[in-house]
């Protein structure tokens, strides 16, 4: 089933949906609508059981070529009327920075297959997945730094070093250089490279493995594997996984899974 959005194609495959963001023409660069259509998709996912797992990908030639600048460029040569000063501007900028907060509050698995540009915005959104996975042709970069602006925005000062270590990350902060696939995966920014044509069919495996798991541990993993990351100390870190594993284990689930393990079968799990 395809969902009809004017800026995001959304395609449901069981419990999976494919997340295309579908501005070609514009390198999928983030205009207001496709910034409302990621806000509204992402915040709709919070309390959805049946979707278990996003694959998010770019029609054409790119990723995401981050903020639509000409968008940006004509509101202001067409003497907008909307409102104008730093409050307007922090609204707007919580708008676009909403997004992957919202990605890393859903408790669905994210992956991102980059390809082509992941410039400023679209940077930021690879880097808020759960997952990555790089076309040949991928180059990503914070970009913002190279139009005036800080590179530390929408969640790149936080993420990126997390992923890549702080030297890497200062280098490709303060300078607004390019990562290209290689490199990417070399640092552990990606979990592979594979040839453009065939990101589709190198998410499948990490999708089958992830729906093997039960629903419940599949979600409490990502809300762990989030809150650990900020953990101030071990014992916060155990005391959240042994709040998972008591959960987990009063569900009909964890006694199918054991016995799907003895059995040497697959489990059906029920999410009850």
Not at 160 to 173: D, H, I, N, W
Request: charged share 25%; proline share 4%.
């Amino acid at each position: 089933m395809v969902a009809d959005c004017e800026t995001l194609k959304i395609e449901k495959s069981g419990a999976v949906d494919w997340v295309t963001f579908n501005r070609p023409d514009a390198l999928n660069s983030l205009n207001t609508a496709l910034v409302d259509e990621l806000l509204d998709y992402f915040g709709g996912l919070y309390f959805d059981r049946d979707v278990r797992v996003v694959v998010l990908r770019g029609a054409g030639r790119a990723f995401c070529a981050g903020l639509d600048l000409k968008e940006s460029g004509r509101r202001r040569n067409t003497g907008s009327s909307s409102p104008s000063g730093p409050a307007a501007g922090l609204d707007s900028q919580r708008r676009i920075s909403e997004i992957v907060m919202r990605m890393r509050r859903c408790p669905q698995p994210i992956i991102s297959l980059v390809h082509g540009p992941a410039c400023g915005g679209g940077f930021a959104i690879a880097l808020a997945s759960d997952v990555r996975i790089a076309g040949s042709s991928a180059r990503m970069n914070a970009a913002f730094i190279r139009i005036g602006l800080s590179a530390c925005d929408i969640g790149v000062s936080y993420f990126l070093p997390r992923l890549v270590g702080v030297s890497v990350a200062s280098e490709l902060m303060l300078t607004g250089r390019f990562i290209n696939a290689e490199r990417a995966q070399r640092v552990g920014l990606v979990s592979e490279v594979v040839p453009d044509d065939r990101l589709a069919d190198a998410a499948r495996p990490y999708i089958e493995e992830m729906l093997s798991t039960s629903p419940l541990g599949l979600r409490l993993t990502k809300e762990c594997l989030n809150m650990s990351i900020d953990a101030p100390s071990l014992e916060a870190a155990i005391a959240m996984e042994d709040r998972n594993q008591i959960l987990c284990s009063q569900t009909n689930d964890v006694r199918e899974g054991m016995r799907a393990f003895l059995e040497k079968r697959t489990p059906v799990y029920t999410n009850s």
